[in-house]
């Protein structure tokens, strides 16, 4: 049986709800050799996951997720194989970590005027050590009854048109590309979806690395689409199972929604030089 791995996973200092040992002891069990936490503009996680994946003999590939813009649309980066430790990657990461928290300040403020009283601190206190996402929020108004379930929350308050919206703060798709690849690391479009031709296109010529071609959302067909993209521009096909776990009912894709172990081969055959 071939080796396995996932390349697109979410611990507790983002808005999964595992802490990176736990993910690491269930990624043993379900037979995955390496695993990358990519977790939303964050690598904290990725100092315990390194630990235990001594202890359980999975290989911890350092990563995250990062939003960004092209065109006015918002797309998503995977930076795997990110030098957790570097400088400016750091900076990026602490500078962000303040605007999700004044993000969350001005969405408070909306529901306050819609008689739905939270508190930051409530939010800050779900969140724990994580940067503040608009599903720490959701928890929280589940929590106090001003919605059914986090679903709700969502679509009554949170969602991109609802009225409590507020957008985070981005930055532009070459910007987000070279702040990985000058970390190390290898920049991987995360699950296009159903995209249009020509918005694919004008990412691709900015520069990614690769494509996941593996996720939750990819039917057999988006599979081979971006297969067949990723050979005709020489990129690396990455994927994974986008897991959060808890409230997102997502527990089954774990160890379901895999990449073959030779992806993380090619990448690492694959990775820029680090700039100095």
């Not at 939003?67 to 957790?84: A, M, P, Q, R, W």
């Not at 939270?118 to 929280?140: D, F, K, N």
């Not at 798709?173 to 296109?201: F, R, W, Y």
Request: proline letters at 3%; glycine letters at 8%.
């Amino acid at each position: 049986m071939d080796a396995l791995a996932d390349l697109h996973t979410h611990t507790i200092f983002s808005d999964g709800a595992k802490t990176p040992c736990e993910l690491v002891r269930t990624a043993s069990e379900r037979g995955l050799q390496a695993l990358a936490l990519t977790d939303h503009d964050t690598i904290n996680g990725i100092y315990e996951a390194i630990e235990c994946g001594k202890k359980y003999g999975v290989e911890i590939i350092p990563g995250l997720e990062i939003s960004c813009d092209i065109n006015d649309k918002e797309i998503h980066l995977t930076g795997l194989f990110v030098d957790y430790e570097d400088e400016e990657l750091r900076k990026y990461l602490e500078f962000f970590r303040n605007e999700r928290y004044y993000r969350a300040k001005r969405i408070v403020q909306k529901l306050t005027a819609m008689s739905v009283e939270i508190s930051i601190e409530e939010i800050l206190s779900e969140a724990r050590e994580s940067a503040i996402g608009r599903p720490h929020i959701a928890t929280v108004l589940h929590k106090k009854g001003f919605v059914n379930d986090y679903y709700e929350a969502f679509h009554k308050y949170l969602g991109d048109y609802a009225p409590a919206f507020e957008r985070k703060i981005h930055i532009s798709l070459q910007s987000a590309i070279k702040l990985i690849n000058d970390a190390g690391g290898l920049a991987i479009l995360a699950h296009p979806g159903k995209m249009e031709e020509e918005l694919l296109t004008q990412i691709i010529h900015a520069g990614i690395d690769g494509i996941e071609t593996v996720h939750p959302s990819h039917s057999s067909s988006l599979y081979k689409f971006y297969s067949g993209i990723v050979e005709q521009y020489c990129l690396v096909a990455s994927g994974g199972s986008d897991f959060h776990g808890g409230i997102k009912g997502d527990d089954e894709n774990f160890g379901q929604f895999t990449v073959p172990y030779r992806y993380v081969e090619e990448m690492k055959n694959a990775l820029p030089q680090k700039t100095v």
